[in-house]
């Protein structure tokens, strides 16, 4: 059972649209961050939240904490190609001592 | 600021060959993560080392494989022998402190391919 779900698995779409992908689970994460990863290269941090009901914007990306800090969205106003890629969240729980990865949305944004 | 630096990029070995990876992380990062990445999945935690002690190797399999952070700085991580369903992307990554709620930076990866 993967500990964070997220959704959809992949998206494609045209250059211009805007899009929301999901991060949920059922445990309360200390803070939640997103990452882009592109082929070839590891993962680059994009955003940590870390207060629930948070919104976070970085230029035409808006990230939201959940009030409860069990999930996470990401949101990408007008699509670029370049946004083209795995958009991953990971959630931390300090008190258990872990930090988890979930299995990331494949965005694809044709021109 | 270098980045994290890990090599090989690329590692090609027979089934039952022994393969050993590279990671130097950020200067004055205490905390250092090896993940496994298979196709298609997020990164899986193989072990977390706090300076030179590793406090989460819980996903280790350690039968074959074993990991080493030398003076709390690079470290290696070796499987011995490797096994077909080793093929993935290992990951290096580093934070200033563990578990850090602000993020790790990762190194571009050393992808392993097991014939």
């Known amino acids: 059972t993967q500990l964070l779900e997220q959704s959809p698995q992949f998206l494609s779409i045209q250059e211009g649209e805007n899009l929301t992908v999901y991060c949920n689970s059922s445990?309360?994460?200390?803070?939640l961050q997103w990452y882009r990863q592109e082929p070839g290269e590891g993962p680059v941090l994009l955003v940590t939240v870390v207060t629930g009901g948070e919104v976070k914007k970085l230029k035409r990306l808006t990230f939201q904490f959940g009030d409860a800090r069990k999930d996470s969205s990401l949101h990408i106003t007008a699509a670029q190609p370049g946004d083209t890629g795995l958009y991953l969240c990971?959630?931390?729980?300090?008190?258990?001592?872990?930090?988890?990865f979930g299995d990331g949305t494949t965005l694809t944004v044709k021109p | 600021e270098a980045g994290v630096v890990q090599s090989p990029r690329y590692k090609i070995i027979e089934k039952k060959q022994p393969v050993a990876f590279w990671c130097n992380p950020i200067?004055?990062?205490?905390?250092l993560y090896w993940y496994r990445q298979n196709l298609g999945q997020g990164p899986e935690l193989l072990i977390r080392y706090e300076n030179e002690e590793a406090v989460d190797d819980s996903q280790l399999p350690k039968d074959r494989f074993s990991a080493e952070r030398l003076k709390g700085v690079d470290s290696t991580l070796k499987i011995q022998p490797a096994e077909l369903g080793d093929s993935a992307v290992y990951l290096c990554a580093s934070s200033h402190r563990t578990l850090d709620n602000y993020g790790y930076t990762f190194g571009s990866g050393t992808r392993l391919t097991v014939v």
């Open positions: 990971a959630g931390v729980r300090t008190n258990a001592g872990k930090s988890t």
């Open positions: 200067s004055g990062h205490n905390t």
């Open positions: 445990s309360v994460f200390s803070s």
